[in-house]
């Protein structure tokens, strides 16, 4: 019998502390982070092309701290595309599962899997192997939740959730970058490894944000 009071009284607990927190998710400010949109156009090497985006995209992803742009380097025969959706913990429904994006602008999604790259350390990251219009591309990505490189979703929450109970704000940003395989997957995925690496130092700066 206590046993089930015991239990009984966990539930409760776990209740209560749900309920407060969906209160506080209701009632908190959305965080800012204009300095996205400061991210270099020239970063080492690598030159920089906006992309514009239709008000149908930003609608789509229920944030407007989103920018897409090509980066070109003299050394690599590959133009890099840079994807980068950012969003606070009070609206994660910002991503959506990488291959969904790629289908929703024509892209057929080949191969999935992942792979090992070598940063500040070593991360395994998505990757994928689409086709558009008879081109193949190589796609690398990953989740960032306030500094924490991960694959998944459910990570991403539960992260969020944990700074909550904390009373601690977030933030999580959907990074993508891809390349047309101009001679081989390899030499694409070796160029795609090359920006990723001129480009994360800088780029953490910029996605995760003091905050308050």
Excluded at 12 to 29: F, S
Aim: overall charge positive; charged content about 20%; hydrophobic content about 40%.
């Amino acid at each position: 019998m206590k046993i089930k009071n015991h239990n009984f009284l966990i539930v409760i607990i776990v209740t209560v502390i749900a309920a407060g927190i969906v209160h506080t998710v209701k009632t908190m400010e959305p965080l800012k982070n204009e300095r996205l949109f400061e991210f270099p156009i020239v970063i080492g090497q690598w030159h920089g092309q906006d992309i514009p985006m239709t008000e149908y995209v930003y609608q789509a992803l229920g944030t407007r701290y989103v920018f897409l742009r090509n980066y070109y380097s003299s050394t690599y025969p590959n133009l890099v595309n840079l994807s980068v959706v950012w969003s606070d913990d009070t609206h994660l429904s910002a991503f959506h599962a990488p291959e969904e994006c790629l289908g929703g602008v024509g892209n057929t999604v080949k191969e999935m899997g992942t792979l090992k790259v070598m940063l500040d350390k070593e991360y395994e990251i998505g990757k994928l192997v689409s086709e558009l219009n008879g081109k193949m591309n190589v796609v690398l990505y990953y989740y960032d939740v306030s500094g924490h490189i991960t694959l998944s979703q459910k990570d991403i929450r539960l992260r969020v959730l944990a700074k909550r109970i904390r009373l601690q704000r977030a933030n999580a940003s959907f990074v993508r970058i891809m390349a047309p395989v101009n001679q081989s997957e390899e030499e694409t995925t070796n160029v795609l490894n090359a920006f990723l690496r001129d480009i994360h130092p800088v780029l953490t700066s910029y996605i995760n944000v003091k905050l308050r």
